[in-house]
């Protein structure tokens, strides 16, 4: 390695860290299908496109349980996010697809509630929704599944929904669990290679699943025992950001939840429901702890 002196002697300089820059997270809105809410949602929205971020991600739900998946309602979300002047990044959660057999969300077939949202949201391929589009990496048989690196950190999206993750309820949704489960361990592996193929100073991973609620759910085994081996073969920090159970949190969940050791994974959950909230994250590669926080928006 070169030393302070042979750098200036030679007339090179040293490299430059990655700029700084800011992402926002939000999800599970909105919920319901009065004016007000879609009023407080527009407003919300309005908050996130003032902050100039790099790029959103909303990290699923973007119906509440209790309100039919019709194809109205989801392309009306749709095209919400299509409003926004800055890239967004959209991940399934289950109330848009897994619960939609349920009576009050209109007893629609689930694996046809997924076709449509990879048809209506991901149908382009490679790039984000929002005015101005960014490119993304896209998983061939899970589009939804993307992957892209900025600022010196890789980011990926994951489809894993509440609900147990779609399993168990019959065995068309199980076979459809299996599948899907094995396109994201291996999207998760990926995107660790790149990680520190790349020397990224940290990962973030976006999904709508809180996997901590409930411990012990066989729909998140794999992905759980997944997230620790790889997070144990990786550097920097790890910050997995979901939603599902619509409380603001930042900790480290396998540390509170599974009293075992994970020291670089760190989670934020999202606001959601009625707390019509976005979280700006601050990145910058530079520091120790790579992300830092701060919660945009009134909860109610």
């Known amino acids: 390695m070169l030393g302070p002196a ?10 430059q860290p990655p700029t700084p820059f800011s992402f926002i ?8 299908q009065s004016a007000e809410v879609y009023q407080r949602y527009t407003e919300l929205l309005q908050v996130i496109d003032a902050q100039n971020p790099a790029f959103s991600v909303h990290v699923g739900d973007i119906k509440s349980g209790s309100t039919p998946c019709s194809d109205e309602l989801l392309r009306q979300v749709r095209d919400s996010f299509q409003t926004l002047k800055h890239p967004l990044i959209y991940t399934p959660g289950d109330n848009e697809w897994t619960d939609c057999h349920r009576e009050k969300a209109g007893r629609y077939d689930p694996l046809e509630r997924l076709a449509f949202l990879r048809r209506e949201f991901f149908g382009a391929g490679g790039q984000s929704l929002g005015a101005a589009p960014m490119p993304l990496t896209s998983q061939t048989d899970l589009p939804e599944n993307t992957r892209w690196q900025r600022g010196g950190v890789t980011f990926a999206t994951l489809h894993v929904v509440g609900s147990n993750n779609g399993l168990e309820r019959n065995a068309q949704m199980a076979g459809e669990y299996f599948t899907r489960n094995a396109a994201n361990l291996a999207w998760l592996k990926g995107t660790f290679a790149q990680a520190r193929e790349s020397g990224s100073a940290g990962v973030v991973l976006v999904m709508q699943a809180d ?3 409930q411990p012990g759910l066989s729909g998140f085994a794999d992905m759980l025992s997944a997230l620790k081996a790889e997070a144990a073969a990786f550097a920097g920090p790890v910050l997995l950001v979901h939603g599902d159970s619509h409380v603001l949190k930042f900790d480290q969940p396998f540390n509170t939840y599974d009293d075992s050791s994970a020291p670089n994974i760190f989670r934020l959950e999202v606001p959601g429901d009625q707390r019509m909230q976005a979280v700006q994250v601050t990145v910058d590669a530079a520091r120790p ?7 945009l928006g009134t909860p109610n």
């Open 25 to 32: 997270a939000f999800g599970d809105m909105p919920y319901g």
């Open 289 to 295: 702890e790579v992300f830092s926080f701060r919660v």
């Open 6 to 15: 042979t750098a200036l002697a030679s007339g090179s300089s040293a490299p």
């Open 211 to 213: 996997m901590f609620e």
